[in-house]
């Protein structure tokens, strides 16, 4: 079974519209972030999060919230869609060893904002 | 702050030709330095990564990178290209972010690989 899950896989919704897209993980791990995926800009940082009880912002931000249920579990929400937030999502987590800590990324959500 | 950049966004070698990725960095103390790897439809997973110690790092499947500080660069390479190293590639570049030890990591905007056979 992976450590880091996306559910779900693929998604298309309308503008306006409210998305939440979830990340599991059993790693044990702290840490969990999202990020979104455009091509030809990299990986940018939406949200991370230390621990169940301390979320952060990252520099997309806007137009994004986050929930952290548990330990395990982080999830992204899109709360009025619009085209431009079409991309693909991912969700990683580390350990709480520092920057040479080791992100691991789950296989990712794609959205399609219509 | 800290930014990492990729001149190359798509290269194309023939399988068993030796390959190097380009990566350059910008940030004012020691980096820790990254790549990972995309292949279609997965999520990234780590080649190989550099904190301190020997600058000649060696990673999975075969590839190395160097980090050198006056050329602010950590090239990835790999002497010997296999059709199944077909991906994107990505450089990232980690750094504490504030008073804490988090690890904020800056993506370069990646290199495709395509194998010819």
């Known amino acids: 079974d992976a450590d880091v899950t996306q559910t779900p896989r693929n998604r298309i919704t309308k503008t306006g519209k409210r998305i939440m897209l979830e990340c599991s993980q059993t790693?044990?791990?702290?840490?969990m972030y999202w990020y979104r995926q455009d091509p030809g800009l990299g990986l940018q940082l939406i949200y991370y999060?230390?621990?169940?009880?301390?979320?952060n912002k990252g520099e997309i931000s806007d137009g994004y919230s986050v929930s952290r249920q548990a330990q395990a579990k982080f999830s992204l929400s899109l709360e009025s869609a619009i085209p431009n937030q079409t991309a693909l999502y991912f969700c990683?987590?580390?350990?709480?060893?520092?920057?040479?800590?080791?992100?691991?990324f789950g296989p990712g959500t794609r959205l399609t904002v219509l | 702050a800290q930014s990492v950049t990729q001149p190359d966004i798509h290269i194309t070698v023939s399988e068993g030709a030796s390959l190097e990725l380009r990566c350059n960095y910008s940030?004012?103390?020691?980096?820790?330095l990254f790549w990972y790897v995309q292949s279609p439809g997965q999520g990234l997973q780590l080649l190989l990564k550099?904190?301190?110690?020997?600058?000649l790092v060696q990673g999975i499947k075969g590839f190395e990178a160097e980090f050198k500080r006056s050329q602010s660069s950590f090239n990835l390479r790999k002497p010997s290209v296999h059709w199944s190293d077909a991906a994107e590639y990505f450089c990232?570049?980690?750094?504490?972010?504030?008073?804490?030890?988090?690890?904020?990591?800056?993506f370069g905007q990646g290199t495709i690989l395509t194998v010819h056979p």
């Open positions: 990683a987590t580390s350990g709480a060893g520092g920057p040479s800590d080791t992100q691991y």
């Open positions: 790693k044990g791990h702290d840490r």
């Open positions: 999060s230390f621990d169940v009880k301390d979320i």
């Open positions: 940030y004012g103390a020691t980096p820790y």
């Open positions: 550099y904190f301190s110690g020997d600058t």
């Open positions: 990232a570049v980690g750094a504490k972010a504030g008073g804490t030890s988090y690890g904020k990591l800056t």
